[in-house]
């Protein structure tokens, strides 16, 4: 099953402010979904965030 987190979950995750949260969103650096008012992330597109914030990538085979 898909898990969602809010921007508030995320910027605890990372030690952030809720707004740099939603500055990631808004220039689209972190893929999320729009419910209402608010914003929910998918543990998939965490996973998308991390990896394209790695400095080194393992080499491929």
Known sequence: ????YTCQEIAER???EV???WDWI???K???I?????YRVS???IEYFESTRKT???PIK
């Open 1 to 4: 099953m898909l898990q969602l």
């Open 14 to 16: 990372y030690r952030v």
């Open 19 to 21: 707004i740099t949260v």
């Open 26 to 28: 808004r220039k689209k």
């Open 30 to 32: 972190l893929p999320a």
């Open 34 to 38: 729009k419910i209402g008012r608010d």
């Open 43 to 45: 543990d998939r597109d």
């Open 56 to 58: 080194v990538h393992p």
